[in-house]
């Protein structure tokens, strides 16, 4: 098995603004084929997202976030 991570940075109005909304974040991605291991930090406003190459990508990700409300762009923190 094969693993990436898109690690991915919120920007514009709408943020993390609490570990309740961070938890939303996780179990919605959580839901996603392939999706391992979420995290998403208020401080920071940091998303990573660990899945199974191949089996859902960036756009799914993002869509999702999205459809909560964040809008988000690629970060290159590891």
Do not use: F, S, W
Request: hydrophobic share 35%; charged share 20%.
């Amino acid at each position: 098995m094969t693993v990436n991570t898109i690690n991915l940075k919120v920007k514009g109005e709408q943020t993390i603004h609490c570990n309740g909304c961070a938890n939303t974040i996780q179990l919605a991605l959580k839901r996603l084929p392939g999706v391992l291991k979420v995290a998403a930090d208020p401080q920071t406003q940091h998303i990573g997202v660990t899945l199974k190459t191949g089996e859902t990508d960036t756009a799914a990700i993002t869509d999702t976030l999205e459809q909560l409300g964040y809008e988000t762009v690629p970060d290159n923190v590891v």
